[in-house]
């Protein structure tokens, strides 16, 4: 008996612990957001983002399709991808 639970716990760990190191690796939309604003705002020219909202582009990626909307209501895309605990932000050209 005591060898059957040692392998039932041994099969739990297997499959809990990396699940758990993927929903804990992709950060949130909402995370993605918020650091994007920060970074934005952040600079020497002061606040110049009013507004920025990301999505995930696929269920098990780690790439946000994100949309900033500056002061005077020009719209920015931007592709954001997590990589090695950064943020790599590639650039779409100016809207409106």
Do not use: I
């Amino acid at each position: 008996m005591a060898k059957l639970s040692v392998a039932l716990s041994t099969f739990v760990l297997a499959l809990v612990l990396p699940v758990t190191y993927a929903l804990a690796s992709k950060p949130p939309s909402n995370d993605v957001a918020q650091t994007l604003l920060r970074q934005m705002n952040s600079g020497p020219d002061g606040r110049l983002t009013r507004a920025v909202t990301c999505a995930r582009v696929g269920a098990a990626a780690k790439t946000f399709d994100c949309s900033l909307q500056s002061l005077v209501h020009t719209r920015l895309g931007a592709r954001v991808t997590q990589v090695d605990g950064g943020l790599r932000t590639v650039w779409q050209p100016l809207e409106g």
